[in-house]
């Protein structure tokens, strides 16, 4: 995936001349409750018009982190900027963001579009947003319905409504997926991704890796409040070797065909029961397979398999810092 990183009307950096400034950026950022640190020394940097996928264990520090840089509260040291500006003064920045954290709240007998109606007085964002607002999460039918006749996915959707009624620069949302079914899953992606086209940094914290996968284009992965990894989703999948799966018309046979792979210059291999996987490239394949007629092997199965994130992320969160480094 492409990562635009520079769309049009993109925020300058005084520092780097045309270059544009990081929609997030913070160094060393931490936040301590007492003796435990929450979030450990955080150094990010994510570009403008991207989709940042920013994934972690539970309890990783992942809403704190968010809750910081929205000036919720406040970082036992270091700092950070958002749209530019230090999160020190939130009020320079937060009506050029969009958030929905830990849920959405709303009045339960009054309608979503009440609702919005509610928080556009309150924010000072013009009415006339709300109907598009409705239309762009898929509510535009159900407008008219109390909030507390919503589903959890309906509830989900009202909430990205609203965190979108200030045509955000910035738009972060905790897990925006929850309670959907898989045709509203693919909705919001869709969604997401055409705001990001339009110069929107989206900012998404979510546990469904392979969503985030999907449509990020960008990546954040922290452990214990450290940083894993920051950069293009393309570069930390790259970690992560790719694998050949075989299995063979007789397992016992498998031994052989790790030995072929071994002499051919693909040593790490791993049985699995009736499989066995090779750590090479999908273009070995056809070598190994011809390797294995020659010695009489009959394969069965043979595919390449492409590291996902949810690997990548299982390797990467049960190493130790330096192992990752």
């Known amino acids: 995936m492409t990562t635009n990183i520079a769309p049009a009307g993109a925020l300058a ?26 979030v450990d020394h955080l150094s990010i940097q994510v570009p403008v018009g991207v989709v940042a996928g920013f994934v972690g264990l539970n309890g990783a520090g992942k809403t704190t982190t968010i809750r910081m840089l929205l000036g919720l509260i406040a970082p036992s040291d270091g700092s950070a900027e958002v749209l530019g500006k230090p999160i020190t003064k939130p009020a320079a920045y937060l009506s050029r963001v969009g958030a929905m954290i830990e849920g959405p709240a709303f009045y339960p007998t009054l309608s979503a579009r009440r609702d919005l109606d509610v928080l556009a007085v309150l924010g000072g964002h013009p009415r006339a947003k709300i109907q598009q607002v409705l239309e762009l999460v898929g509510l535009a039918d159900r407008a008219d319905d109390p909030y507390r006749a919503y589903s959890l996915g309906m509830k989900q959707r009202l909430g990205i409504a609203a965190a979108l009624l200030p045509d955000p620069a910035l738009l972060v949302l905790d897990e925006p997926a929850n309670g959907l079914d898989p045709a509203g899953i693919i909705e919001i992606r869709n969604l997401l991704r055409r705001l990001a086209d339009q110069g929107t940094t989206v900012f998404l914290s979510s546990h469904l890796l392979a969503e985030v996968e999907q449509i990020s284009d960008w990546l954040v992965m922290i452990n214990h409040g450290r940083l894993l990894f920051d950069g293009p989703i393309d570069q930390v999948l790259d970690r992560q070797r790719p694998e050949l799966v075989v299995a063979a018309e007789h397992p016992g046979d498998l031994a052989t065909v790790a030995g072929l792979a071994a002499e051919a210059g693909h040593p790490d291999t791993t049985a699995n029961g009736r499989f066995l996987r090779v750590q090479a490239p999908a273009s070995f394949a056809g ?39």
Do not use: C, K, W
Not at 25 to 38: E, F, I, K, N
């Open 13 to 38: 950096d005084p520092a780097a001349g045309a270059r544009p400034a990081p929609a997030i950026r913070s160094h060393g950022l931490t936040r301590r409750y007492g003796p435990l640190v929450a």
């Open 287 to 325: 070598e190994l397979n011809r390797l294995a007629m020659r010695q009489g092997v009959t394969l069965v199965e043979l595919r390449p398999e492409q590291p996902n994130l949810e690997d990548t992320f299982l390797h990467m969160t049960t190493q130790t810092p330096t192992e990752v480094q």
